[in-house]
């Protein structure tokens, strides 16, 4: 029998990589075949990678309705998220203090100055993405623990799904400079001030989401 496990996760992750870059209709099907032809594998590793994906909770199937959907999540969910999110940041930042070296600060500030070039060329979704590495960064500094690491990065996956209609050149500089400030405390070793400026950024991405539900809820990846 043809092992279709590599094929499997490339289709996962290319999938994957159009989802978070919001490719797709957010309420549209993601049809399998049409997927195939893009992708040019066969129908089988794509449709073990939407299975994969599904268990990420990127992407659902509906009662009512056959085949995936891009997930769509409740105002519950982005508390739930941004919650999760808290808990592991407050309580690694005096990890990340400890941990960090002069070249992973070298590193965090590559990854700032990129995101600010990017906003430069006024491309919102890219910059959001990036600048999630730039948390992913962090945690990787404070440990190696696998689950962790990956339990972060899928709750950092689903924030850019619901941050999607809310993410324009404003609200990026926005947090591009949340970002600047989380960094100086880094540099400065100043863990009050890191655990502050951390719960600032947290918070404040979480209310530009629920501000834009007030104005209408219809321009979110969110369900009643």
């Known amino acids: 029998m043809k092992n279709h496990k590599p094929a499997c996760f490339k289709a996962y992750q290319l999938i994957k990589d159009k989802i978070i870059r ?32 599904e268990k990420d909770e990127l992407i659902t199937r509906y009662e009512q309705n056959r085949g995936f959907y891009i997930k769509q999540y409740s105002i519950k969910d982005i508390y739930d998220i941004y919650e999760f999110r808290k808990i592991i940041e407050f309580n690694s930042a005096g990890q990340l203090l400890e941990n960090i070296s002069d070249r992973d600060i070298e590193e965090l500030e590559v990854i700032l100055k990129q995101v600010r070039d ?23 500094i404070c440990t190696n623990n696998s689950f962790m690491i990956k339990a972060l990065q899928n709750c950092y996956e689903k924030m850019i799904l619901t941050s999607w209609s809310c ?15 989380i960094m100086e405390a880094i540099k400065d070793r100043n863990l009050e001030r890191l655990i502050d400026c951390t719960g600032s950024h947290i918070q404040g991405g979480r209310d530009r989401i629920l501000n834009l539900l007030k104005e209408d809820i219809h321009k979110l990846y969110i369900r009643h």
């Open 118 to 140: 990017i906003i430069e060329q006024e491309r919102p979704a890219d910059a959001l993405v990036r600048a999630v590495d730039f948390h992913l960064k962090c945690i990787r």
């Open 167 to 181: 993410q324009n050149i404003n609200t990026c500089i926005s947090s591009a400079d949340e970002h600047d400030r």
């Open 22 to 53: 919001n490719e797709f209709d957010s309420t549209g099907k993601l049809n399998e075949i049409d997927l195939a032809k893009e992708l040019d594998l066969s129908r089988t590793p794509v449709r073990e990678a939407l299975i994969m994906l």
